[in-house]
Structures are given as C-alpha cells and as structure tokens.
C-alpha cells in the first residue's frame, strides 16, 4: 500500500542553520507530493506541493524536489529562524484515492535563538 | 475570507455522551475529509466525502459518524462507541480530485477531550 516514511524528531538546530527534513514514499503509479507545517495548536497549512517527478515545490524559503528514482521528497531551507519552529508534515496522494492523503507521522523542528 | 471553520476550538464532553464537532468551508470544495490526531503522531483518515449526500468510512471510522447534506458542511459526530475519543481534531476540504489540485487545505482544529 502507499505510505511515507519521514526522519524522526525532534530536530534542534540554532538560527540561521541549514535545513534538511528526509521524506521517502511507497506509491503505485504517480502520486502528488506534499509538505505542510503545523504551529503549535494549529491545523496543517500547506507548505509546498509537487505533482510530477523534478518538479520543485518552494515556499518562504523552503524547497523540495520529486525525485522518482529515488522516492523522495526531502525538504530544504538554507537559513532557518526561530519563527520555523513547527511540526512538518510530509505527505502524498495517488490516483484513484479519492484524493485521500497519506501522512508520515511527523517531524518536530525546534530552532533555538 | 474563504477559508475552512471549526467550532468549538475547544470541547469537554463526559464519557458516554455524544458529541458533534462542526466543520463549515465556503471554498466552494466538492471534497472534505475528518482527521484525527494524537500527540506526538501523524493524522489518521475518520471519513470523507466526495459528493454531498455521500461518504465513505477512512482508516479508523468505528466509533464515529458523519453526513453531507450540504456541499458547504461536514459534522463529524463521536459516539459512546468510540473506546478513546480524546483528540485533536481536524477537518480539510479540497476541490474535486477529479478536476482539479489535490491539496486538501485544513481548518484550525477542535480539540477533544472526554472525562
């Protein structure tokens, strides 16, 4: 069945550091590819999306690409603040679904001052 | 605003009573879906539904109930049959995967708890 898998959290990292959250999927066919964040007590927001193998998704800073060959999606920033921190969820739907998503459990990113 | 509402953000609820948490988008979405979410874990699918008048049981529907009569509302009712309801609670919508972008864009969430 389709699934993602995501590193594990929580993730520390000091202001102004380099970003890399790794996300790998399981899917038949082509799924889309998503990113979102949730800030504490909040719903999801929709951080970035890709929809075909290459594409790159980017958004305030944060970018992911498809990569089929190696079913991943990893999210990247060069510089992250303090107002990152955030859980960040990766997450994908395949055709013929529903439009269903499938979530990885999470990663918490903290980022210290 | 388009956007999605939920309401209460916050409810308390006795064991063995029903509860409905609403779940209102004017995006004008064919599409919603109920999550529901533990600490420190992913979101896991309760129902969805693609048509009003119609919707289909997700990963984990035991215990809870929903209906679509109108394209716009999603109520998501948790029984007494639900062995632990406490949760956060999140509800998203999206256009017709059929015609359009995948992307489910979510509401503010209705934390649950039961004591």
């Known amino acids: 069945g389709n699934s993602v898998t995501q590193m594990e959290g929580p993730v520390t990292l000091s202001e102004e550091a380099f970003l890399t959250i790794n996300c790998t999927y399981t899917a038949t066919g082509y799924p889309s590819l998503f990113w979102y964040v949730q800030y504490p007590g909040e719903g999801l927001q929709l951080l970035l999306k890709a929809t075909k193998a290459d594409d790159k998704g980017s958004n305030k800073g944060f970018e992911a690409t498809y990569r089929k060959e190696t079913t991943s999606f990893h999210l990247e920033k060069g510089s992250v603040q303090v107002s990152d921190s955030a859980v960040y969820f990766c997450a994908l739907t395949a055709g013929n679904q529903g439009g269903k998503l499938i979530f990885g459990q999470g990663t918490e990113l903290s980022v210290k001052p | 605003d388009g956007g999605i509402t939920q309401s209460p953000k916050y409810l308390f609820r006795k064991e063995g009573q029903n509860v409905t948490l609403s779940c209102e988008q004017n995006l004008n979405h064919d599409a919603m879906y109920w999550y529901r979410q533990d600490p420190g874990q992913g979101l896991r699918l309760i129902y969805y539904s693609q048509i009003v008048n119609d919707f289909q049981k997700g990963d984990i529907a035991e215990g809870y109930s929903v209906s679509r009569e109108k394209k716009e509302s999603f109520p998501l009712t948790v029984t007494s049959a639900q062995k632990n309801p406490t949760a956060f609670y999140l509800c998203?919508?999206?256009?017709?995967?059929?015609?359009?972008?995948?992307?489910?864009?979510f509401g503010p969430g209705t934390r649950l708890t039961v004591t």
């Open positions: 998203a919508s999206s256009m017709n995967p059929g015609t359009g972008g995948h992307e489910q864009y």
